[in-house]
């Protein structure tokens, strides 16, 4: 093997040293929390994000059941509004549940990802990311004014459903949080 063989090919191994040299390294910079409310985000230049958790929300949604119940204050089952022990009352009967998670998600780069994921996931700088979220209403016709007491079946229960009167002042119609979660480690990319 002639020199100037040796001499390319020691400069070929050199160029390829300094190549893998110069990928960088990382360093930790931040924790981001993304919801819908935080819009669409771009990683931004000389960083990388590692997604590392998702929590997909279900916000709770009140609805009305089909009648109203008759009860009997006492005791054991005093007004929640106003503590009275006797008496009669027409009280909204209504369902407490879930609200839909089918289209919460996250877009990357314009694309939803779909489904579970196992282990976290990679952006590079550029990379834009957008959580989107199923609208959820409760939907209550009428509102239920102030201090008057109303029943929850609440279905959102997993080991069954659970009822129980409640008070509140007033239960209104309206939009309900369901917005999911990630959490995103931020890195500087170091050279």
């Known amino acids: 093997m002639t020199t100037h063989v040796r001499f390319c090919i020691l400069l070929a191994l050199a160029f390829a040293v300094a190549k893998l040299s110069a990928q960088g390294s990382l360093q930790f910079n931040q924790v981001l929390l993304l919801t819908a409310q935080t819009g669409q ?71 939803p990802l779909r489904g579970s994921q196992e282990g976290a996931l990679w952006f590079p700088a550029g990379t834009t990311v957008l959580v989107s979220e199923t609208p959820c209403q409760n939907t209550l016709s009428p509102n239920i004014p102030a201090a008057t007491p109303y029943y929850v079946l609440d279905q959102t229960n997993p080991n069954g459903n659970t009822g129980y009167y409640e008070c509140e002042s007033p239960l209104n119609l309206g939009p309900v949080p369901n917005t999911p979660l990630y959490t995103v480690i931020e890195f500087n990319i170091v050279p």
Do not use: D, F
Not at 76 to 83: A, F, R, V
Not at 84 to 92: I, N
């Open 41 to 111: 985000q771009t990683v931004p230049a000389a960083k990388v994000w590692k997604l590392t958790a998702e929590r997909l929300s279900g916000g709770y949604r009140y609805g009305n059941h089909s009648s109203n119940l008759n009860v009997t204050w006492s005791p054991t089952n005093p007004n929640p509004c106003t503590g009275a022990t006797s008496g009669t009352s027409s009280v909204r009967y209504l369902g407490k549940l879930l609200c839909g998670t089918s289209m919460n998600g996250i877009l990357v780069n314009g694309t």
